[in-house]
Structures are given as structure tokens and as C-alpha cells.
């Protein structure tokens, strides 16, 4: 069974930075791409950032191009989510998923296992 598990959320000032991780288990973690979405009250679940299994290839939504950088350690099984420059508009909770392919995707329809999430709040 797929189990992946967020965390690093928490409270950030404008213009400052967090670093979430995922850690996954159940399958061999390097042979599937990953990515993360974020969902803030009232609003539907959006695209963030996706890798490629091998980690070759990202893609970033246009809203967090330059200031967030996602990367995988598949020694350890886990994703990264680097997110500098922060606003506001980012506060969200952060979900980390997963898709039975190698090759990344940017709509939630397209993973099949998600994390639990973990929020972030962004004070201005």
C-alpha cells in the first residue's frame, strides 16, 4: 500500500521561505513521478509542481515559476518543495501525490495516491 507523508507547513512571513517534504512508502519510490498541489479554502485543488521518476524533468504552475523548486531524493524516498519569495495567495494546505507512471502530469486526476497534506500560512 502507497503511504505518503507531508510535512514541513507551518507559519512564514511574506518574502520568506519553508521547505516541505513527502516521504513515500509501499513501492519502489524511483520509478514514479511525483508532485504537489495546494488547495485553499473555498477554492478547488491546484497544480504546483510535478518531477519525473528519475527526477530529469519538472514543471512548475505559472503562479510559483522562479520562486518554488521541486526536487527528489530517491535514496530517501522523499520529494522536496522549496518554496522561497512567499505571499499571501500561497497560504493553502499542500498535498503531495503520486501516479502509477514514470512521467510527471500537471491535473489531480492523473495521481492516484495522495498524502494527508500539511497547511501553510503566509502573514503579510
Known amino acids: 500500500q502507497v503511504q505518503l507523508v507531508e510535512s514541513g507547513g507551518g507559519l512564514a512571513q511574506a518574502g520568506g521561505s519553508l521547505r516541505l517534504s513527502c516521504v513515500a512508502s509501499?513501492?519502489?519510490?524511483?520509478?514514479?513521478?511525483m508532485g504537489w498541489f495546494r488547495q485553499a479554502p473555498g477554492e478547488e485543488r491546484e497544480f504546483v509542481a510535478a518531477?519525473?521518476?528519475?527526477?530529469?524533468?519538472?514543471q512548475y504552475a505559472d503562479s510559483v515559476k522562479g520562486r518554488f523548486t521541486i526536487s527528489r531524493d530517491n535514496s530517501k524516498s522523499t520529494v522536496y518543495l522549496q518554496m522561497n519569495s512567499l505571499k499571501p495567495e500561497d497560504t493553502a494546505v499542500y498535498y503531495c501525490?503520486?501516479?502509477?507512471?514514470?512521467?510527471?502530469?500537471?491535473?489531480?486526476?492523473?495521481?492516484?495516491?495522495w498524502g494527508q497534506g500539511t497547511p501553510v500560512t503566509v502573514s503579510s
Open positions: 501525490a503520486t501516479r502509477d507512471s514514470v512521467v510527471m502530469h500537471d491535473r489531480a486526476g492523473s495521481y492516484d495516491y
Open positions: 509501499g513501492r519502489s519510490f524511483g520509478a514514479y513521478a
Open positions: 518531477i519525473s521518476g528519475r527526477g530529469y524533468t519538472t
